[in-house]
Each structure stands twice: as structure tokens, then as C-alpha cells.
């Protein structure tokens, strides 16, 4: 119900993409927002943002990570520019309504140093 894209292998310093797409059966979406997990550690928040717009970035990530949304699409964007290896890890998108959170399988981010 939420398909990710745009993953890959970059180098450090370079930037990608990510996009999420919720299926239409999700309904009154609240918020979305990328997580991310890297072998070995626990899944953290990247950024999200709400419905109105507002955004929340971890401290790591501000100033290099810019999230959007495209409400009339249900998707969001993760646009993340001088990554470092440190960077590297499963993303994952994420979707909460008031009933319920949605989590899309994830994309694979490789940064070489």
C-alpha cells in the first residue's frame, strides 16, 4: 500500500531521490514520513511531514534532507543531497492515519566513500 522508489548506490557528496506512492485506499492520511535502519542499528526518524505541511527533520538530516508531499498524489519526496556513508541504510516510508500506520517495505541508500 506504500511503494517506495528511488533507492540506489551513490557516491558521498552526491544526492538522490526518494519517492513514496500510498495507495488510494488509504484514507485521511495525517502525516508521512521516512524512517530509516542501517545493519545493526534501530530504525530512526529521517523527516515527516503533516497534512498542513509541517515538517520535522532529525538533527543529522537538517540542512541536507528536504521532504515533501504531494497530497493530491499521496505521495511524499525525500530529497537528500551530500550524502555520506553514514547515510546508508533502508529507508522506509511511512503513513499514519487516525486508525492506523502504514509501512512501505523499503529501498535500499548506499553511499560510497
Known amino acids: 500500500q506504500l511503494v517506495e522508489s528511488g533507492g540506489g548506490l551513490v557516491q558521498a557528496g552526491g544526492s538522490l531521490r526518494l519517492s513514496c506512492a500510498a495507495s488510494r485506499d488509504i484514507f485521511s492520511i495525517n502525516a508521512m514520513g521516512w524512517y530509516r535502519q542501517a545493519p545493526g542499528k534501530q530504525r530512526e526518524l529521517v523527516a515527516s511531514?503533516?497534512?498542513?505541511?509541517?515538517?520535522n527533520y532529525a538533527d543529522s538530516m537538517k540542512g541536507r534532507f528536504t521532504i515533501s508531499r504531494d497530497s493530491a498524489k499521496n505521495t511524499v519526496y525525500l530529497q537528500m543531497n551530500s550524502l555520506e556513508p553514514e547515510d546508508t541504510a533502508v529507508y522506509h516510508c511511512?503513513?499514519?492515519?487516525?486508525?492506523?500506520?502504514?509501512w512501505g517495505q523499503g529501498t535500499q541508500v548506499t553511499v560510497s566513500s
Open positions: 511531514i503533516t497534512r498542513a505541511g509541517s515538517t
Open positions: 511511512n503513513a499514519r492515519t487516525l486508525m492506523a500506520v502504514f
